[in-house]
């Protein structure tokens, strides 16, 4: 399965961004799909994930109320809506698809090619 994120790009501080991420093939009601960010230097961090056969989804406490994540399994695209940008966010965000919900990037096989996210002061 290929995983192809998009959304990523300039904002100012308080703005708001919806990431979006489309698999290739079905994803089955067993997978998890995720989402992690990254800057130089530091490792992959979990931001919020989705059991794609119930919806229940998970946040990173740091970003619980900013962050939103929804799917369409007809499309079989999740997405990841951001608001109120705050600088600390620039990063490239990924988003991932795994077999069991996880917070370590470590158990998610599959992986996009991530998206730039720059938040302007």
């Known amino acids: 399965v290929q995983l192809q994120a998009s959304g990523g790009g300039l904002v100012q501080a308080g703005g708001s961004l919806r990431l979006s991420c489309a698999a290739s093939?079905?994803?089955?009601?067993?997978?998890?799909m995720g989402w992690f960010r990254q800057v130089p230097g530091k490792e992959r961090e979990f931001l919020s994930a989705?059991?794609?056969?119930?919806?229940?989804?998970y946040y990173e406490d740091s970003v619980e109320g900013r962050f939103t994540i929804s799917r369409v399994t007809a499309e079989n695209t999740v997405y990841l809506q951001i608001n109120n940008l705050k600088p600390e966010d620039t990063a490239v965000y990924y988003c991932?698809?795994?077999?069991?919900?996880?917070?370590?990037?470590?158990?998610?096989?599959?992986w996009g090619q991530g998206t730039l996210v720059t938040v302007s002061s």
């Open positions: 989705v059991r794609w056969g119930t919806g229940k989804t």
């Open positions: 093939e079905r994803i089955f009601s067993s997978h998890v």
């Open positions: 991932a698809r795994g077999n069991s919900y996880s917070r370590d990037h470590r158990d998610y096989a599959r």
